[in-house]
C-alpha cells in the first residue's frame, strides 16, 4: 500500500539529512512530482510518479465523498499531498 511506503519514507527521511534536503529541494523545480520519485528511487524508495499522483487524487476525492450529498467540484484551499509531504519533511529540519 503506498501509505505503508510514504511512511516508510518519510521516516528514512528524518533519520537521513541528505535524502531529506534533496527532497525538499524539489519543490522549487520544474517538475517536483518526477524529481522527487526519481530522488525517491535512488534512495532505495519505490515511489512512482503515477502512485505518487493517484495518492493525492485518493485524497481529494476522499474529501469530496465526505461532503454532505456528495460534492462536485474540489474545494479550493485544500491541500495537495506532496505539499503535505514536504511539510513533514520541513519539519524535521527545524
Do not use: V
Not at 1 to 11: P, V
Not at 16 to 25: G, S, V, Y
Not at 42 to 47: A, D, K, L, Q
Not at 70 to 83: K, R, V, Y
Amino acid at each position: 500500500m503506498f501509505q505503508h511506503k510514504l511512511e516508510k519514507l518519510l521516516n528514512d527521511a528524518k533519520n537521513n539529512a541528505d535524502l531529506r534536503k534533496q527532497l525538499i529541494k524539489t519543490k522549487n523545480s520544474s517538475e517536483p512530482m518526477k524529481e522527487f520519485c526519481d530522488i525517491c528511487q535512488s534512495f532505495g524508495h519505490e515511489i512512482y510518479l503515477g502512485e505518487l499522483f493517484a495518492y493525492g487524487q485518493d485524497m481529494n476525492d476522499s474529501k469530496l465523498r465526505a461532503t454532505n450529498g456528495g460534492g462536485s467540484f474540489a474545494i479550493e484551499g485544500w491541500d495537495d499531498a506532496l505539499e503535505n509531504i514536504y511539510d513533514e519533511l520541513e519539519k524535521a529540519e527545524r
